[in-house]
């Protein structure tokens, strides 16, 4: 015969047991949350690299099309520490040394690099289609290349020109979320900003 104390323990034996169940089940789900919103964050970041590279490509395309509507020489200035890009037309234009208009011109056709670059200024553009864009949270540049640049430059400033003549200075341009690189690459004579989901080799640059 089962006693009042028997039944109390068995009871509680058996309350335990459930207990102890539910805590695992209880953590079985906090893993599978957690799982979840690491998966998810990392989609929105991967979200907002693809978002920030072609909204940058964008950018591009814009400019090249000021410049050949304007006739006047403009670019797009990469800030490293700001984390932001904006578009300037050029006021000044200093000539590479003797080269005549003509040698100028076919040494940007032929997407050589060119001294006439070298030194610049530039002045905000009054378009609102073109104010200064921010990078969003979590993103960033990792460095740049351009034809008037053969180094890599990661931090400051630098800048791709894009030239009346229907031409643009080829460049690449780097962007992070942490985890992925893409590359936004900007074509010498369509100029486009092609946007590629990885981490472009700056050699290719020079070889062309």
Not at 83 to 88: D, F, I, P, S
Request: contains cysteine.
């Amino acid at each position: 015969m089962m006693t009042f104390a028997m039944a109390k323990t068995t009871t509680n034996r058996h309350a335990a047991g459930m207990t102890l169940m539910e805590v695992m089940v209880a953590i079985a789900i906090i893993g599978f949350v957690v799982l979840a919103m690491t998966a998810s964050v990392g989609g929105i970041f991967g979200a907002r690299l693809d978002a920030s590279a072609n909204k940058l490509s964008g950018m591009v395309r814009y400019t090249y099309n000021l410049a050949t509507l304007t006739g006047k020489v403009h670019r797009i200035v990469v800030n490293f520490e700001e984390l932001t890009y904006r578009v300037e037309a050029v006021e000044e234009q200093k000539q590479c040394g003797l080269m005549s208009a003509e040698e100028e011109k076919k040494a940007r056709k032929d997407d050589s690099p060119f001294a006439a670059i070298a030194e610049l200024t530039g002045s905000a553009v009054n378009d609102s289609r073109v104010r200064t864009a921010k990078l969003p949270a979590g993103i960033k540049f990792t460095g740049m290349m351009t034809r008037h640049n053969s180094n890599v430059v990661e931090e400051g400033e630098e800048a791709v020109y894009f030239f009346p003549d229907g031409t643009a200075e080829r460049a690449l341009i780097w962007l992070t979320d942490g985890d992925e690189v893409f590359t936004v690459e900007v074509t010498a004579l369509q100029g486009t900003g092609v946007v590629w989901s990885e981490e472009r080799d700056s050699a290719e640059l020079a070889k062309k």
